[in-house]
């Protein structure tokens, strides 16, 4: 990647809803590679950002960009990020191995290669063996080690966290398992 463009780049990023601006201005550079963290008390805007980064809002102004491309006006699904959300958003019927799966389905891999996949990431963070477990049986520690191994096992570009990760060895293991990748984090 060239060094002058960064994995994220907000400009002039503004969010209002209503006469209220969520989040007003913004400028920032995000390299590739780098872990970035939003510091704020709740409600100053930082889940925002991230939706707007992640393509669930739409900005009054301003524009996001990942890799040099615009991507502003593209859908969720065509911008190579995932979010871990704070409620981690697991399926509570579907057991532990098909959550971390579900991703690698929805791309239509056959369920051989997306459950041998969905082992791999399970073991990154940490829960080799957890697969048949369903996410109610589980501590929230490991509820959001599987949500890590969900959202890096399709490989994006950026992971895009919406709260401090706890489970700091599983966050290395998943950071160094997306810099092997050439991803970033932040």
């Not at 907000?10 to 510091?39: P, Q, R, W």
């Not at 871990?84 to 191995?97: E, G, I, K, N, T």
Request: proline share 5%; net charge negative.
């Amino acid at each position: 990647m060239a060094a002058d463009r960064p994995a994220i780049r907000l400009t002039g990023l503004t969010k209002a809803f209503g006469a209220v601006n969520a989040v007003d201005g913004v400028d920032l550079d995000i390299a590739e590679g780098e872990f970035f963290s939003m510091l704020g008390p709740s409600g100053s805007g930082k889940t925002t950002v991230l939706r707007l980064i992640a393509g669930f809002e739409q900005p009054t102004s301003g524009t996001v960009s990942l890799f040099g491309q615009d991507v502003t006006d593209r859908a969720p699904f065509d911008r190579d990020v995932n979010t871990v959300f704070q409620d981690y958003a697991l399926f509570p019927h579907m057991s532990v191995l098909d959550n971390v799966a579900y991703g690698l389905r929805v791309r239509g891999m056959p369920k051989r290669e997306r459950h041998a996949l969905a082992r791999e990431a399970l073991a990154t963070v940490r829960l080799e063996g957890y697969g048949d477990r369903n996410p109610g049986q589980l501590s929230g520690g490991q509820r959001q080690r599987v949500a890590l191994a969900r959202a890096t096992v399709v490989r994006p570009k950026a992971l895009l966290p919406d709260e401090e990760v706890v489970a700091t060895n599983a966050a290395e293991a998943v950071d160094t398992d997306l810099d092997s990748q050439g991803g970033s984090c932040c």
